[in-house]
């Protein structure tokens, strides 16, 4: 019988223990609401245009650049998870192994 | 073979550094196509600005993006090897046993199937985009930049197709083997901090875990439900709605 695998808690423990939410989360959140905000003032400097020309020149700088915000953002947010997962869990995982393995072989 | 450090660098991140300039290129292109909408009263011309860089500059940012997933995903997928390596480098062994090497090679394949898959769309839709920018381009008519237009956003369409199909898989492909290589452990670190979730022969007992808008029942202890708000109950009361959970496979004995 060789050294116990688990039971040091490295995976049910919490992927982040610090609980600071990361730079890449809090930069995509950000993104996501001022994406959100650009949207919302294009759409009432649009409604409020009377110009047709107007009207394409909001488009593009709110509507597009809004939505160029918010894809970044969120892309930001959801890879933040997966950051984590890589400098939290799976790192204590892998010492955790070293950690069983070596001990065991002294 | 002697690499100089910014080849190392250029070799291992490729994927990381074309991400951020493809960003920087669509964010570009995006304020290019911002200052030339806004300054000409023609709306047809603007409409040409509009497919060429508003389209334009989120193709080229929705490919930054995925390839900035795709990185973080391969970022995953050495962690994964390292450990694998810990696991079945020349030592004690362990209890209970790590599983057997996983095809490594089958997911480099993998991996390469998905940046074709990716690289095709992405030519598809640039051609597509490209034809729709010159159909709007110097028309002079609103109707014939608005076929423009609408003929580009269906580039980007494509575009966006692309991706998914290159992402999804690939973050399917990090799942399974991060189960596959991790699972055993998952199951003897899960019972160890839930004791009472084991019988006495170390076997998991009838009780399963299920929790509210998850469609899936896990083994207690089980961390896909770690911080989730979770009812305990018989494995016998579950109904066929419900399936296991792939990383603890809470249906399995032990």
Known sequence: MGPPLGGGGAVVGPVNPTGTPSPRRAFGLALTVLGVVVLLAGWVRLRDAEILADQVSYLVSSGIGGVALIMTGVTLVASAGAREEVRGRLSRIESTIRDTRGGAAQ | ?254
Request: hydrophobic share 50%.
């Open chain 2, 1 to 254: 073979m002697n690499r100089t450090p910014l080849k190392l660098l250029v070799r291992a991140e490729w994927d990381r550094i074309l991400a951020f300039v493809l960003i920087a290129a669509g964010a570009a292109l995006v304020v290019v196509a911002w200052a030339g909408a806004s300054g000409t009263p023609f709306v047809a011309d603007q409409l040409s600005y509009v497919a060429s860089g508003g389209v334009g500059g989120l193709f080229l940012l929705a490919l930054g993006l995925a390839l900035l997933m795709s990185a973080d995903h391969h970022d995953e997928w050495r962690k994964l090897d390292a450990i694998e390596r810990a696991l079945t480098e020349p030592g004690p062994e362990l209890q209970p046993a790590p599983p057997a090497r996983p095809e490594s090679g089958r997911a480099a394949e993998g991996r390469a199937r998905g940046l074709s898959v990716l690289s095709l769309g992405a030519v598809v839709s640039a051609v597509i985009m490209v034809i729709g920018w010159v159909h709007s381009s110097g028309s002079g008519r609103q109707g014939v930049a608005a076929e423009g237009l609408t003929l580009s956003l269906s580039g980007l369409l494509v575009a966006l197709a692309g991706v998914a199909a290159f992402l999804m898989p690939s973050r399917s492909r990090l799942a399974a083997r991060r189960a596959h290589l991790l699972r055993r452990f998952v199951l003897a670190d899960a019972a160890a901090v839930t004791p009472t979730a084991t019988s006495t022969n170390g076997a998991s007992g009838d009780a399963v875990l299920v929790a509210d808008g998850l469609s899936r029942y896990h083994r207690p202890g089980c961390p896909a439900v770690s911080g989730v708000a979770t009812t305990r109950t018989a494995r016998a009361a579950i109904g066929a709605a419900l399936r296991p959970c792939d990383l603890c496979e809470p249906g399995e004995q032990r």
